[in-house]
């Protein structure tokens, strides 16, 4: 199956700034991405498509302004916190794949402080 | 639309014996399905899928799956747990001719006791 880079795998962050999770296809070329945010105990909750070279696809209820994607390339998806609040705090997940398989990063541990 | 649910939050069973972990679905075409294991602050990993074809899934790690399109589940079995079992699984849904993403269950953790 595809690899799945996500980084940083952990970030503590002070409330009010703001931080970057990139999310790497190392062998397949993704036009499509996905992330995810997992709280403590619960499933995985889309929030958005990242579409290469267009607009991210949010969810109902997720802030675009708050949470910025980007697709740049076919390789790359970076999800940006915005203004992170401990609400915020939250275990991020990307995934890449075709349409019957699912490819998952590591995930990123994000605390806001 | 379409949904996916996992009756149990927690399994327990005694390493050697057979586990079981329930799903169950909900949708409106034909589904694909899968399941994905989680182990403690780590992204998912891929066990099986069930696109087509055959109703008995095998998958990594000696685990399968039962596609049963009457009962719409899919449950996840293996014959013999292990310790190293114990985690969190996620069955998740795609309906076909839909979206890429998948709809997850809320999981359910499995505890393997020696």
């Known amino acids: 199956g595809a690899v799945v880079s996500q980084h940083p795998s952990w970030v503590i962050c002070k409330s009010g700034t703001s931080v970057k999770i990139e999310c790497r296809s190392l062998d397949f070329q993704a036009t499509t991405m996905f992330w995810y945010r997992q709280f403590p105990k619960q499933s995985l909750m889309l929030m958005a498509t990242s579409n290469e070279g267009s607009k991210a696809t949010y969810e109902q209820g997720v802030e675009k302004d708050k949470f910025l994607i980007n697709h740049a390339s076919l390789t790359l998806s970076t999800l940006t916190v915005t203004s992170a609040h401990p609400e915020d705090s939250s275990f991020y997940i990307c995934?890449?794949?075709?349409?019957?398989?699912?490819?998952f990063g590591q995930g990123t541990r994000l605390t806001v402080v | 639309a379409q949904s996916v649910a996992q009756p149990e939050d927690q399994v327990n069973v005694a390493e050697g014996n057979p586990l079981t972990v329930k799903c169950t679905y909900s949708?409106?075409?034909?589904?694909?399905l899968f399941w994905y294991v989680q182990y403690p602050n780590r992204g998912l990993q891929f066990l099986l899928k069930?696109?087509?074809?055959?109703?008995l899934v095998k998958g990594s790690y000696g685990f399968e799956a039962e596609f049963n399109k009457s009962q719409t589940s899919f449950h996840l079995k293996k014959p013999s747990a292990l310790v190293s079992d114990s985690a969190l699984y996620f069955c998740?849904?795609?309906?076909?001719?839909?979206?890429?993403?998948?709809?997850f269950g809320k999981g359910t953790s499995l505890l393997v006791t020696p």
């Open positions: 069930y696109i087509t074809g055959d109703n």
């Open positions: 949708v409106s075409g034909n589904p694909y």
């Open positions: 995934s890449v794949g075709g349409y019957t398989e699912a490819f």
């Open positions: 998740a849904v795609r309906e076909a001719d839909s979206g890429y993403a998948l709809n």
